[in-house]
């Protein structure tokens, strides 16, 4: 039978239990603060004394640490019911993880789960809140790398809240709670975590949400976070069991996710709403809709509103092996260095046809291949009125230099005799013998390169390269429309677009352009304004077959 839903909590008044009160300072009780004393089995301590209390009578409890550093060494403690954590503030009060005395142990502030505890529906825990500190994970090392590194590593958690919290460095996932019900994360901050994932590691993100535990229904908010430089996710939510029904109820607003390896990503859900979030400067993709997860199902119904995706390395948009739907409206998605948008097969997860995905009244702009691209077949899709211009900026012809004029740093090539179009190498992978480095943006004569993991100060897979050492960099594709169907693609709605080029020196090649490989069946195309791209409104290698073909402005390639 499906889950439906928890009692509702009844008022309890009867008196605190001795011995456990329901509000206590931590420096009262064994804790030090000072940075050299080891607080964990004080901490541990007084989180089971207080846990013993609120399952005596009901009443939560609150442990308060002042300003000071809190060091957690060689062991996590295992969290209660009922008890919550609050500090200071982030850098007033600090907890320093690390594991020298204990390589082998993960050392998580604080954490719940099914392996290691029994965790579950009917062995959750509740009414626990984590609020105003810093939780600085820099001293843990694992000779393997342990998912169980994290700053917080919960299951089974109703009504918990985690709200004003730096978390930063973590050896894994920074905030890693899974099956989260009637639960809030606000304002939390998270940097540099993963930082011992090698990028296919599980976890390894900022704020890491398994989900699907509680059945078809789990109310989630991550509202106004920041996740910077962690290792695969900024945010993302993971079905953990391909047999799990794919549940409703998250919500991720007002989030920004800057130079991780994905922004935010939805590896499961069904319905997940992401609203007036950035996504900026991610090395994969700003947002990825895909079948990656430990489950290798993907989202579905999700909407996705109102958003800025800028300057991703690769992708703006990367969707995945997802059945469908999907909604896409009136984002910013530009300056990406490959696809604005990209329907593809990543080879696992579901492998139909994207159904009923909508693309409506998005501004792509300045991406650098094409604005949307379709290389995977898709059924009922709608494009409609969106903005489509100045796309295909890597435009730039096969380039290769050596000798005195050649420079390198560890994010950076200059070469003083080059005369290169602006970010016309945007997104291409530079080649310095064996080396490797993307380009993430270019002036005339330096390349900027893209860190070669999120949180590195490099962007070589090897040392940096000597002065005057030879390098290369690709001949730019031929072909950079605003829209391209590399793949089936039947019975869409293609309306009311305007996909052009407004610069001196045109990038982007075609409005439409359908390859050899591209088929389009039964679909209306109407009412778009196709005129303005560098070499012509539309490159048709498979003509168009059956449906509508109308009033279309700058077209006069193919008419019906």
């Known amino acids: ?73 060689d062991a996590g403690t295992v969290w209660r019911s009922g008890v919550s954590l609050i500090g200071a503030g982030p850098s007033a009060t600090r907890f320093l993880l690390s594991n020298e005395g204990n390589r082998a142990e993960p050392t998580p502030l604080a954490y719940w789960t099914t392996v290691q505890h029994g965790a579950d529906r009917d062995r959750h825990i509740a009414d626990c809140t984590f609020a105003d500190f810093e939780i600085d994970g820099s001293g843990v090392g694992m000779a393997e790398y342990n998912y169980l590194a994290k700053g917080l590593g919960l299951q089974y958690v109703v009504r918990g809240t985690f709200r004003n919290l730096y978390i930063h460095h973590t050896a894994a996932t920074g905030l890693g709670c899974d099956f989260l019900q009637d639960s809030l994360i606000e304002g939390v901050v998270v940097v540099g975590c993963g930082r011992l994932d090698n990028g296919e590691e599980m976890g390894g993100a900022g704020i890491g949400v398994g989900i699907g535990g509680w059945g078809t229904v789990e109310r989630l908010t991550i509202a106004n976070c920041t996740t910077l430089g962690n290792g695969t996710n900024g945010i993302f939510l993971e079905l953990q069991k391909p047999y799990w029904p794919t549940p409703r109820g998250y919500r991720i607003i007002g989030c920004h996710s800057q130079g991780n390896r994905f922004g935010i990503s939805d590896w499961g859900a069904d319905g997940l709403v992401v609203s007036a979030c950035t996504m900026i400067g991610n090395l994969e993709a700003g947002y990825d809709v895909s079948a990656q997860g430990t489950s290798g199902i993907a989202g ?91 796309n295909g900026r890597q435009c730039a012809d096969e380039y290769r230099g050596s000798g005195e004029s050649v420079r390198y740093s560890d994010r950076s090539l200059v070469d003083r005799t080059a005369d290169w179009p602006h970010d016309g190498h945007r997104g291409k992978v530079l080649r310095v013998g064996r080396r490797v480095a993307v380009v993430a943006a270019n002036d005339g004569n330096e390349l900027t390169l893209a860190p070669v993991r999120p949180d590195a100060h490099s962007a070589w897979s090897g040392d940096t390269p000597l002065p005057g050492t030879a390098y290369e960099l690709a001949v730019a594709p031929q072909c950079r429309a605003g829209i391209t169907v590399n793949a089936a693609f039947d019975s869409a709605t293609v309306r009311g677009n305007r996909v052009w080029d407004n610069h001196d020196r045109r990038t982007q090649t075609h409005g439409l352009w359908i390859t050899e490989r591209g088929s389009f069946v039964a679909c209306r195309v109407e009412d778009n304004d196709l005129a303005g791209n560098a070499v012509a409104a539309t490159r048709l290698d498979t003509p168009p077959v059956g449906g509508r073909w109308d009033r279309n402005h700058g077209d006069q390639d193919w008419d019906r």
């Not at 509702?8 to 300072?25: I, K, M, Q, Y």
């Not at 541990?44 to 308060?64: E, H, K, M, Q, T």
């Not at 948009?317 to 593809?344: D, F, K, L, Q, V």
Request: negative net charge; proline residues 6%.
């Open 300 to 390: 579905r119904g999700g909407l996705l509103t109102d958003c800025v995706i800028d300057g991703n390395i690769r992708d703006g948009i990367s969707m995945g092996n997802t059945p469908g739907p999907y909604t896409i409206r009136g984002n910013r998605i530009s300056g990406n260095g490959a696809y604005g948008y990209h329907e593809h097969d990543l080879g696992h997860g579901y492998r139909g046809t994207a159904m009923d995905v909508v693309i409506d009244s998005n501004d792509f702009w300045g991406n650098g291949l094409d604005g949307i691209r379709i290389d995977r077949p898709m059924t009922d899709a709608v494009l409609l009125n969106n903005r489509i211009r100045n």
């Open 1 to 73: 039978m499906p889950f439906q839903g928890l009692p509702v909590a009844v008022r309890d008044r009867r008196p605190a239990v001795a011995g456990a009160p329901l509000h206590c300072d931590a420096t009262e009780y064994g804790l030090r603060g000072d940075g050299v004393t080891n607080d964990q089995p004080a901490l541990s301590a007084l989180v089971d004394r207080l846990g013993d209390g609120y399952a005596a009578d009901g009443r939560a409890r609150v442990i308060y640490c002042p300003p000071g550093i809190y060091s957690i060494r």
